[in-house]
């Protein structure tokens, strides 16, 4: 037995070899002021940064560097989804700025990333905090391990407990059921404390032995942390209620309720009322007390994935962690419930006694499956969020390879089920449940990494995310200097274009006249005047640049200084498809 559950462990750990990686951040930036890329005028006193969800900084993450190092930001401050950071004035304020930021989404997952822009003249862009680096290699490798052992922990829980409890022969032995209980129980607590113990790295970018107990406290007081302490005593306590409840019970022997004595009867004398022991009244025994408790912490204990993971953050958390519960429920008891049959009872049990027991189980193996894809479906409903994310994203693709996987388990419990509605058994049925067994694994692996990929929905979060890409130049003529900063450099019409004009002893100067055109160089077209108007103070103007086609551009800057002094510019610039 023990060797089939190893087996089981190492085939559900093997399917983490899948071509997906894990996503690194599940919140995307979606926008920030000053925008990343730009070339301002004057340092501003506060930079923010928008996200698609609500996020949390991680202390000391969050900071704004200047062009020589200098670290100037203040005390962070968060409005829903905008992370707000006040900053000082550099001693050398000209150059480009770095906004580094490490924060946690509302689904638990850290997010981290670096944006700049400039004031002045652009200058070589200041070193990031190594703490704003992706999570180490070694945490990485460690997240979706752990999640495994949790998920098989708990099927390891559901499946024996239920046939303990409801099905189990009274002539076999219970004490392996018990055993794969206990290593489930153990299995849950190991996924959680590692949970604990890797999201303080995940937020720093430090290696998975790196962590010191300050971190530790600060992540065991977090949301995310109390849930997974409440997990670890739920745990503890159906390690103790489970046992008493689920060992074989004793046969008790019960005393007639009415015991009569033949006695002599004398003459006027009243005969004796017969011996009589009191029925019983109906109460709650302790038995059931612990019943009540162990279902009530199954469901809070369940209730603590969704809680920390993809569900809290979609649009309807409310439908989506409780689909999320009967989701993991339904799945603990079919796969708990076949790996149960498989490795102690179809082997060594009499075909008469499975005559009773497997009918039973298909019928809730039915229901379980039913559950698993109604729930199922109401989660990748909200969470994918288009058609094309199916094919389009890892999550999609992710989900569609588990749909066809199930899809194969269903076929070959079809077949299972009829050889139980027709009593055939032996080693056919063996097979069978086996090879659903296999596949529920895979399964329950592709689970494992699922929930540490980007969802639809995030997917498209992350397609308007900010990049920082754009294009920020200084080109000089005997006239002038024009620094200048386009943002984004996408193809469409909405490319914003700032540009600043400078005499050539680097003071303000004011332009009398602005133009700018593009002209795309392969296929060579004819140069478009783009939108461009001066700004109050003169010296500044803004309009936006439209990129029909992919290709390399020609910008020019014609600007006017005078009434007769006038000179271009050129540059190019590169728009993707």
């Known amino acids: ?86 900053i000082r004035q550099a001693e050398h304020p000209l150059g480009t700025y770095l906004i580094s930021f490490r924060v946690i989404s ?43 052992m949790g ?60 962590v010191t107990a300050t971190e530790l406290a600060e992540v065991g007081t977090s949301r995310f942390g109390l849930l997974l302490l409440a997990r670890l005593a739920i745990v503890c306590a159906l390690a103790v209620l489970l046992p008493p409840l689920l060992r074989k019970p004793r046969r008790t022997v019960t005393a007639p309720r009415t015991v009569s004595q033949p006695v002599l009867v004398g003459a006027g004398a009243p005969a004796p009322e017969p011996a009589t022991v009191p029925r019983p009244q109906p109460q709650v025994t302790s038995r059931k007390v612990r019943a ?7 469901a809070a204990g369940l209730a603590t994935w969704p809680l920390t993971g993809h569900a809290i953050a979609a649009p309807l958390p409310a439908v989506t962690v409780s689909a999320g519960v009967v989701h993991m429920a339904a799945m603990a008891v079919w796969i708990g419930g076949l790996v149960t049959l498989t490795v102690f009872l179809l082997r060594r049990t009499e075909r008469r006694v499975l005559g009773v027991i497997l009918p039973v189980w298909s019928r809730w193996a039915a229901l379980s499956v039913l559950w698993l894809v109604l729930a199922g479906a109401a989660q990748s409903v909200i969470q994918v969020g288009r058609v094309s994310a199916l094919w389009e994203t890892d999550y999609g693709r992710l989900l569609s390879a588990k749909l066809g996987i199930l899809a194969v388990v269903l076929a070959v419990a079809a077949g299972a089920r009829r050889l139980v509605l027709r009593g055939s058994g032996g080693t056919g049925l063996r097979r069978l449940v086996g090879v659903e067994v296999v596949a529920t694994v895979l399964i329950l692996g592709l689970s494992s990494v699922l929930v540490q990929v980007d969802t639809g929905r995030i997917a498209a979060a992350k397609d308007r995310q900010i990049t920082g890409a754009g294009k920020s130049e200084t080109l000089t003529s005997d006239l002038y200097a024009v620094q200048f900063n386009i943002y984004p450099v996408e193809l469409g019409e909405y ?52 990129f029909p086609l992919p290709g390399t551009y020609e910008i020019t800057f014609t600007i006017r200084v005078s009434d007769i002094d006038r000179a271009s510019v050129k540059t190019t610039v590169t728009v993707d498809g």
């Open 1 to 86: 037995m023990t060797r089939v559950l190893l087996f089981l462990l190492v085939l559900l750990t093997g399917t983490l070899a899948l071509p997906a990686s894990p996503a690194a951040a599940h919140a995307a930036p979606v926008g920030a002021s000053p925008a990343p890329g730009s070339l301002n005028n004057a340092a501003p006193t506060e930079v923010t940064v928008t996200f698609s969800e609500p996020v949390t900084p991680v202390e000391g993450r969050v900071q704004v560097i200047a062009p020589d190092g200098e670290r100037i930001s203040g005390r962070v401050t968060v409005e829903g989804t905008v992370v707000r950071i006040p």
């Open 106 to 148: 509302a689904d638990s997952h850290p997010v981290g990333g670096a944006i700049t822009f400039s004031v002045g003249a652009p200058s070589a862009r200041p070193e990031a905090p190594v703490e704003s680096a992706g999570a180490h290699p070694s945490v990485t490798a460690a997240i979706p391990i752990f999640k495994t």
């Open 151 to 210: 998920y098989g922990g708990i099927t390891l829980i559901a499946g024996p407990v239920l046939f303990l409890a409801f099905l189990w022969p009274r002539t076999r032995s219970r004490r392996g059921a018990l055993l794969a209980i206990r290593i489930g129980l153990g299995l849950t607590a190991v996924a959680t404390a590692g949970a604990l113990g890797t999201q303080a790295q995940q937020s720093s970018g430090a290696a998975l032995w790196q």
């Open 292 to 298: 009540y408790a162990v279902l009530g912490l199954s």
């Open 495 to 546: 490319n914003t274009v700032h540009a600043y004009l400078y005499a050539p002893d680097g003071s303000p100067m004011r332009a009398e006249e602005w133009q700018v055109t593009a002209r795309l160089l392969d296929p060579a077209l004819e140069a478009v005047p783009q939108p461009f108007a001066p700004l109050p103070n003169g010296n500044q103007a803004l309009g936006s640049m439209s």
